[in-house]
DNA sequence: GTGGTCTAGACCACC
DNA sequence: GTGGTCTAGACCACT
């Protein structure tokens, strides 16, 4: 599924987190689509159960995925109540790397394109 | 000059390299402009001078500070050897925020007017 | 694993960084080997743990180690990205003490007769 | 005849008597011609005399100048008195450079024939 | 007075 | 137990 840096310095559990997340953006992972238990992905990434507990209840905080008793876990349908706080979030960072960016004399167009490409990629998932 | 949050769970030299970051990237600080010694910021900021020195010694790794012994740090100029790999690092960082925000259903739009504010800002800045 | 010198002006962590340096490079310590924990190493030495904490950090910096929260410190393999600047670095060092030599006529042929000394002990590890 | 970078890490005495040694051993400087005086040099430095002065004192110990009382620092002929532990020393530090960069796979021929060029051009210098 | 090094001792997050 | 952060307080070299 994914695979894990253990010379990060960043802790595994965010390393996780990170992983999932991209992988529900990118909709490789579907709406309602179940992901692996705990224990499964434990086995498969070799570390402590633990760990991916923790990473999965913060996915779950932030609403990314929803637990389901005795089921397992699924991806969230994207809904409103979560979205605001870690919108705002995001572009608070996004104009911390754009000023650095723009300070280390990146042309403004280069980020422009950029954008544009990541929004029609996008686009295009949409169809299938 | 700034403040520091205590309750943050981010490091307080990590917050002091960001602060002083922000106040060179945004040209507050010019380059071979003085910031405060070591033991000046640690007193006003009421933290142990050894935390302002390891955060300056960062950012002089960084190459956004150079230290001189017995006159104090000042702002680096900024030079080309040190720009490209951070350049990269801070690319890659932007994309994934980028992707994030397209699937929370922020407008393109929206992104690119706020580059668009960033670099205009800086072109102000130029005229000083 | 060695000693420091007390009385050397050089500051210990710098002294710990070098030893730790020609361990690696002479290939007595192996690429993901764990080197000591810092606790460990400040007790066998008997100085204080951050010493060789701030040792260890330039040393990762450096790219010779790399640590694992909660498990250790591991000795890096050689990686490209970091060799280029760091080979510009020491051939000027080079330079500058052959000058000297020559100056002091060292004879030409023991400089290069301890050059292929070596490289061929380099080959003989090889073969472990 | 030199300049200094304050931005440098090391000593300003210790930058003055390393371009000061480079002068005398690239033959710029004769044996027995005159240096410049403390304050003479301490001028065109902007920096304090005192500094120089260490730095002078320090090259009379290594046997690289003379200092003549009212008359001046002159460059020392060479003499057989201070070379030897000076050249053991020298072949230390070569030593560790040659280790690591043979660990950087520099290739062996590089360096060999880095040092034929500069022991050719010290050749060249003798006919002056 | 400045940056830099070091010690002693404490607490935290991670696994 | 491990790495990482932080404080308090000391000493040194440099200018």
Do not use: C, W
């Amino acid at each position: 599924m994914f695979q894990l840096d253990l010379r990060e310095s960043k802790p595994l559990y965010e390393q996780i987190k990170e992983k999932m997340k991209e992988l529900i953006i990118s909709a490789v992972l579907k709406p309602d689509e179940r992901i692996p238990s705990v224990r499964e992905l434990a086995q498969t990434l070799t570390i402590n159960p633990n760990t991916i507990q923790k990473a999965y209840k913060e996915l779950e905080n932030e609403g990314f995925i929803y637990s389901v008793r005795a089921k397992g876990n699924f991806v969230a349908p994207l809904e409103q109540k979560a979205i605001r706080p870690r919108r705002d979030e995001l572009r608070k960072e996004l104009e911390k790397i754009v000023a650095e960016l723009s300070y280390l004399h990146e042309p403004e167009e280069q980020l422009i394109s950029t954008i544009q490409a990541i929004y029609q990629e996008k686009e295009g998932k949409k169809d299938d």
